[in-house]
């Protein structure tokens, strides 16, 4: 037979309905970005970052193993200061002067003890160490001094990594 339907509501239109379910999913989709957004863009961006850290790093052991004790010491200063980039680049700064970028992450990662002071003197050590090896016609750099700036870079991309996964839960 006939059936009748009497409805006790009355539904928004089609056109008022779509509107509502799209502003809904964007409240929605911007609660979740708010919420994912510290780390999960922080996780992102690190795995773009590790790349160009690490590659100096590497290029340094080649260079040391060649004996090419300057130009080694020049490339482990360069991961040293694409991983400080990197950390600074997930807090949303950039700096165009290495002098800028070193003082801030002293600043905000050093003295607050985020990582630890002795690993900011070996920073410090490593951006004069650098300069004199591309600057310093007479410098006279050794193998003792490079194997110091590699395990300088590799521990700071390594504790830079190890924040940034623990900061991302």
Excluded at 1 to 26: D, F, R
Excluded at 28 to 41: A, C, D, P, Q
Excluded at 53 to 74: F, Y
Excluded at 100 to 112: C, G, P, R
Aim: a positive charge.
């Amino acid at each position: 037979g006939t059936h009748i339907i009497t409805m006790k509501y009355q539904t928004p239109g089609l056109k008022t309905g779509a509107v509502l379910s799209i502003l809904i999913a964007g409240i929605l989709g911007i609660l979740w970005y708010i919420s994912r957004r510290k780390m999960g863009i922080s996780g992102r961006l690190w795995h773009l970052w590790r790349k160009p850290c690490k590659t100096p790093v590497k290029s340094a052991k080649i260079l040391l193993d060649a004996g090419e004790c300057r130009g080694a010491n020049n490339r482990a200063y360069y991961g040293i200061y694409h991983a400080i980039s990197a950390i600074h680049a997930l807090d949303g700064n950039a700096y165009k002067r290495h002098k800028d970028a070193l003082a801030n992450f002293n600043k905000n990662y050093i003295k607050t003890e985020i990582f630890p002071r002795i690993l900011g003197r070996k920073i410090a050590e490593a951006e004069e160490i650098r300069h004199a090896s591309d600057y310093d016609d007479f410098y006279i750099a050794t193998r003792e001094e490079v194997e110091e700036q590699i395990d300088t870079a590799v521990e700071l991309v390594e504790k830079i990594e190890e924040y940034v996964l623990k900061e991302m839960g």
